[in-house]
């Protein structure tokens, strides 16, 4: 039995009405879960540690507030002056974890596999900014809250990484305890642009 393990995604039990709420208003409001995505803190700090990061990674580390850089399938968020959260689609983070452990050896750091502890949730659609502004303190206008640009904020009482990953398009990267709650005040905010 225990070897007949499945994971579930945090919102299995919300999935319902996640489909429901963006089907056929996709263009005004739109949440999918991105379950299972590799999620991994590195902390440390100095020039021998960006470069044996950056050798493992293939992309050099976001060094200002609200940064992150991409290359093919990872990403690399900023998030406090020697502190990163590093971000796969590809379910690697044990050999991601262990790549950086060696890369790094005896330096002062922390590589930490946070996967399992958070999901994104992605969020789309010509409402959004109203949706999010509804519970989240940031300025979200283009001019200030730019494309690729990240900032740790809270959605009403969740606490969350917000990316923006186009003009209609944000990334809410969720504790696992707080999804379901986040989804659902997502949808609460989003039903007014959903009739």
């Known amino acids: 039995m225990l070897n007949d393990l499945i994971q579930e995604s945090p919102l299995v039990g919300i999935e319902g009405r996640t489909v429901a709420a963006s089907n056929g208003v996709a263009e005004r409001f739109q949440l999918t879960e991105r379950p299972f995505m590799t999620l991994i803190t590195l902390r440390g700090e100095g020039a021998a540690f960006e470069t044996a990061v950056q050798h493992v990674l293939g992309i050099a580390l976001p ?52 996967s399992s502890g958070y999901t994104v949730i992605d969020i789309a659609g010509t409402r959004v900014r ?20 990240c900032a740790q904020t809270h959605f009403f009482k969740a606490g969350v990484t917000l990316c923006r990953n186009g003009d209609d398009r944000f990334q809410v ?13 997502l949808l609460d905010a989003a039903e007014p642009y959903l009739a």
């Open 130 to 149: 109203e949706v999010l502004a509804s519970g989240c303190p940031l300025d979200l206008h283009p001019r200030v809250f730019s494309n690729g640009q």
């Open 63 to 114: 060094k200002q507030s609200g940064g992150r850089t991409t290359a093919s399938e990872r990403a690399v968020l900023w998030m406090g002056p020697d502190e990163w959260l590093i971000q796969s689609t590809q379910d690697m983070a044990t050999d991601l974890e262990l790549a950086l452990r060696g890369a790094l050896g005896s330096q002062h750091c922390a590589v930490v596999d946070v």
């Open 173 to 185: 990267i969720v504790r696992r305890s707080f999804s379901e709650y986040c989804a659902l005040m």
